[in-house]
């Protein structure tokens, strides 16, 4: 157990609908980290919180947007969702600002199937 | 931008086998990590490194930071079943510690 929870762990939406994942970093975690990952790739960044603030942006469509709350905890907004956008969504957390030595924990994803 | 290339893709090996996958770089990384991805979890760091040249060890998994800082190698040795997953290198450029991600090496075990 990496100690960051997300929820939902599953779901299943239509085309054009909007969805919220939700993120809960390791207690003392500043840092949080969105990633996507379609079936068989890699993990593609999507965007990166530390406390409250957005620290670095990765390859995120302007149909999905992020933040992080007072508590620490972050939540990834999808809108207009297509076909496409059928992944894994994974949320990491880090100690440091911006992860300096590197270690992410990861969650165990919320999986997203648009039909 | 930046990109790290891992290879191979995916790795079809019998149990007991030794495994050897790379990273490359045209980029000089200041870290290499290796993670693990099991299935339906997320991915787990399995060795840092920090230093070129650095040789690290965790149980039967060996890493190295090459001596260029372009590249990174993991060794698996006497593969068993739950070695099975996705390993993924990361690289850290410069000052802004962002990981750059290889696209991942899929592990299958030959039954």
């Known amino acids: 157990d990496s100690g960051v929870t997300q929820t939902p762990k599953h779901l299943i939406t239509a085309t054009g609908q909007r969805v919220t994942l939700r993120c809960s970093p390791r207690?003392?975690?500043?840092?949080v980290y969105w990633y996507q990952q379609s079936l068989d790739q890699g993990l593609q960044f999507l965007i990166q919180?530390?406390?409250?603030?957005?620290?670095a942006k990765g390859n995120i469509l302007e149909r999905f947007s992020a933040q992080q709350f007072p508590d620490l905890h972050s939540e990834l907004n999808l809108s207009s969702l297509e076909l496409g956008d059928s992944a894994l969504y994974f949320c990491?957390?880090?100690?440091?600002?911006?992860?300096?030595?590197?270690?992410?924990?990861f969650g165990e994803g919320s999986r997203l199937t648009v039909l | 931008g930046q990109q790290l290339n891992q290879s191979p893709q995916s790795m079809f090996i019998q149990e007991g086998e030794d495994v050897s996958m790379n990273c490359t770089s045209s980029?000089?990384?200041?870290?290499w990590l290796w993670y693990k991805q099991d299935p339906g979890e997320g991915p787990v760091l399995l060795i840092a490194?920090?230093?070129a040249g650095e040789l690290t060890s965790n149980g039967r998994l060996t890493a190295q930071f090459g001596i260029t800082r372009k590249d990174s190698f993991l060794n698996i040795s006497a593969s068993i079943p739950s070695d099975v997953g996705i390993y993924f290198c990361a690289g850290q450029l410069g000052s802004n510690y962002q990981l750059i991600w290889g696209a991942g090496t899929k592990l299958i075990i030959k039954p």
């Open positions: 919180y530390y406390n409250g603030e957005e620290r």
């Open positions: 207690s003392g975690d500043l840092s």
């Open positions: 990491a957390s880090s100690v440091g600002l911006a992860g300096s030595t590197g270690e992410l924990f």
């Open positions: 490194l920090y230093k």
């Open positions: 980029s000089i990384f200041n870290t």
